[in-house]
């Protein structure tokens, strides 16, 4: 329902996105990963329609957002970064204006409301002003504007960007029951909420697609994947670590904290090989005092720092380009 | 038509929601009021009209209306609500007509409280009211030929105070096209043509060819082309600033 086609958006010399090509479907939640400047933003203003992409296509629900705007921005729910609003109204005067801005009249437009309101649990600040309301409530105002006409589109830049865990867990609850009937695009750092919510993850760092998949897959992509962590006491590390680490199946042994007389030790497999159960039959001949086992599944954010690059750098290398 | 109204709603009542609307209107009709009777000696003239009033209109204008118009684009750029407003689904020239049409007829509010003077010259005496009628039309329309001026340039910056000066330059070189300041300049060695053209887009000298109470076809038509060609102008910025 949303398709890009080699995406490029060029500022003067400065190449934001470069030809992303991208097919999101009906039922699919896409969490959209990447450090500050890597082109998310952008990626996701040429799909709303506000910027005007310097070549290749974007279509919402087969309509080109660029020749057929406005039939396209029907489709959609856009939430912009940083949830803009008008802050002289209350929510319910500002959701009446976008109510009416997307053709609703009349009871119609009392009904939208009060559905998006509820849903985003807005009921208690309707009528005041948006200026004086909490980080919190504000970006639920964004939210509801963006899901108010039901839109089988959903693009929301950071939706949990400043809430709270609780609001968070409840936006989250909110895009899963949404989930099987749209197509959703979201934007976040947070990469536990990729795990949360998403049905899928790109990863894109210098306006390039880098990793695309589950977020399972993915995961199997960390050196952590399969690894195992195990603590024991202080006493026995050294002589296990040395053990350890001269086990076929053992490409590295990494000692963690310790606390309690006791130590962790995190054992990194050759290959991503399930070693679990070796390391406990181990563990078990050596009659080490084993306090805790356990093989972990993988972290996002070593994918995450694999894949992309630090800001600093970019910023050096967009320097060493120019000049 | 829908979608212009949705524009003109948000943005008329956006003026009422906060002290602007008062505080520019108060301001408004203070400035009109000491132009007329202190600077305009409307009193000494000793004459049943109001030219004295509606001849400071223009001056007033072209620094009260740039005012309304700086914020109509320039804020919204600067507080992000224009992503907002240009990925809804309404057409790029619904929106730039609905926000001049919100603050015209604000202006339009803000005349309107001007009707006082009109029942005290006609308690003074007996004006001719054809003619005052008539420049209240042509007040209306000069101040939506700035407007539309004002909030072209709006759309070309984030910055207010930059929209603002701009505005004002540009509103003043309409203002005083057919004066002797200008026209003089231009006669010592421009063909009269060029001249008569110069001196035709002139805001002073259609408004005054109004407010003699002669509403002519030309002034209106003037006005009317003047008010559409900056709202193209508006379109085409807005757009421009798609492309980044």
Known sequence: MITLQALTKRFGTFT??????????????????????????????????????????????????????????????????????????????????????????????????????????????????????????????????????????????????????????????????????????????????????????????????????TPANLIARSRHHNAVTLSLPLAQLAAAKATLEQQ??????????????????????????????????????????VKELYAEAGRLDDVFRALTTHDTQRVRERAGAAA | MKPVMAVFKREFAAYFATPLAYVFIVIFLLAMGAFTFYVGHFYDNGV???????????????????????????????????????????????????????AWA??????????????????????????????YVGSLLMAGGYLAISAALSASTNNQVIAFVVSVVVCFLFTVAGAPLVLDFFQLWAPVVLVNTISGFSFLTHFQAISSGVIDLRDLVYFGSLIALFLAINVVLVDMKKTG
């Open chain 2, 48 to 102: 049943a009209n109001l030219s004295v009033f509606f001849g400071y209109h223009p001056w007033l204008y072209l620094f009260l209306v740039p005012a309304i118009g700086m914020r109509l684009w320039a804020e919204e750029r600067r507080l992000g609500t224009m992503e907002l407003l240009l990925t809804l689904p309404l057409p790029i020239w619904a929106t730039v007509l609905g926000k001049f049409l919100a």
């Open chain 2, 106 to 135: 604000f202006t339009g509010v803000a005349l309107f409280f001007t009707f006082p003077i009109w029942i005290t010259v006609n308690y003074l005496g007996s004006p001719d009211n054809g003619a005052i009628f008539a420049s």
């Open chain 1, 16 to 213: 934001a996105v470069s030809g992303i090509d991208l097919n999101v479907g009906k039922g699919e939640v896409l969490g959209f990963l990447g450090p500050n400047g890597a082109g998310k933003s952008t990626t996701m203003k040429m799909i709303a329609g506000y910027l005007t992409p310097s070549s290749g296509r974007v279509s919402i629900c087969g309509h080109d957002v660029e020749t057929d705007t406005i039939a396209a921005q029907t489709a959609l729910g856009y939430l912009p970064e940083g949830a803009p609003a008008y802050g002289d109204m209350t929510p319910r005067q500002f959701l009446g204006f976008i109510a009416q801005a997307r053709g609703f009249s009349g009871a119609e437009v009392k009904n939208r409301i009060t559905a998006a309101s509820a849903k985003t649990e807005l009921d208690p600040v309707l009528d005041q002003p948006i200026d004086t309301l909490s980080k919190g409530f504000k970006r639920r105002v964004g939210l509801a504007q963006t899901i108010l006409h039901d839109p089988p589109v959903l693009v929301m830049d950071e939706p949990t960007d400043g809430l709270d865990p609780n609001q968070k867990h409840s936006v989250r609850n909110l895009i899963r029951t949404m989930a099987a009937e749209k197509a959703i695009i979201i934007s976040t750092h947070l990469l536990e909420e990729v795990d949360a919510v998403c049905t899928r993850a790109v990863i894109i760092d210098r306006g390039r697609i880098v990793a695309d998949g």
């Open chain 1, 248 to 289: 076929p199946y053992v490409a590295s042994v990494e000692e963690g904290p310790r606390y309690d007389g006791a130590g962790l030790m995190t054992v990194f497999p050759r290959g991503h090989e399930l070693i679990i159960e070796s390391v406990s039959t181990l563990a078990q001949q050596q009659k080490w005092d």
